[in-house]
């Protein structure tokens, strides 16, 4: 099985408009870490956001936030106010404290801010 | 300063031929990776190493050789190279996992190695 799920390969959101990128995980270990990650076509893996598995309050940094449902094993990534740079590949991961230090990435989501 | 720096960012060369991409992190990091990303940009963990020991050796062809001469340092070497190895290369570095609980162990990536096999 997948361990990070990511199911919309294509996104579209008007400038200052939010959008939710999806993303869905599969664990059976109580602690993990959630990651976003920003792959603009420049090429460069920048690093987001974090959630971990016990953290009680959403993550967010700046107009970035995560939209943790533990039960739902789901973190997706809400972006607000959408600007033309946040045009990019949008990849989830996770990490395990059972497998260490494997990371494990989605498919990720290519999401184009039009004007 | 760059954080996880590789070289070179474009590496074009003939089938057949063998080449190296190198790696460095300056972060403190214990843990280095390399990943390979298709043009589907879909990211494929080849290795991983911590402290000079292989931890993660995913199915990779052998003519993949990593080699990690310190904990700050992670290269890859590719003999006898095929038109399917055309892709971009990543390396990252991140701290080892610890104790019974997840730390905020962010994963740092290098700018990638954009390598052509004509």
């Known amino acids: 099985a997948q361990k990070i799920t990511q199911t919309q390969p294509g996104m579209f959101v008007q400038e200052k408009e939010a959008v939710t990128l999806d993303c869905t995980y599969d664990?059976?270990?109580?602690?993990?870490?959630l990651f976003w990650y920003k792959q603009p076509s420049s090429g460069e893996m920048i690093f987001l956001i974090y959630?971990?598995?016990?953290?009680?309050q959403n993550a967010t940094e700046g107009r970035y936030s995560l939209n943790f449902q533990k039960a739902r094993k789901s973190a997706n990534l809400v972006i607000s106010a959408s600007q033309l740079g946040d045009s990019a590949m949008y990849f989830c991961?996770?990490?395990?404290?059972?497998?260490?230090?494997?990371?494990?990435f989605g498919t990720g989501t290519s999401l184009t801010v039009i004007p | 300063d760059t954080a996880v720096s590789q070289t070179p960012k474009y590496l074009v060369t003939q089938m057949g031929n063998d080449k190296s991409i190198k790696c460095e992190q300056n972060?403190?990091?214990?843990?280095m990776y390399w990943y390979k990303q298709d043009s589907k940009k879909f990211l494929k963990i080849m290795f991983s190493?911590?402290?000079?020991?292989?931890?993660i050796n995913e199915t990779v062809p052998n003519r993949f050789s990593p080699k990690s001469p310190d904990k700050a340092h992670l290269n890859l070497h590719i003999n006898s190279l095929e038109l399917g190895d055309s892709a971009v290369y990543f390396c990252?570095?991140?701290?080892?996992?610890?104790?019974?609980?997840?730390?905020?162990?962010?994963?740092?990536f290098g700018a990638g190695t954009r390598l052509s096999v004509l």
């Open positions: 991961a996770m990490r395990e404290r059972n497998t260490g230090n494997q990371f494990y």
């Open positions: 190493y911590n402290n000079k020991e292989l931890i």
């Open positions: 972060l403190g990091h214990d843990t």
């Open positions: 664990t059976s270990d109580q602690s993990y870490g």
């Open positions: 959630q971990g598995s016990y953290d009680e």
């Open positions: 990252a570095s991140s701290l080892r996992t610890s104790g019974t609980t997840i730390a905020k162990n962010i994963q740092y």
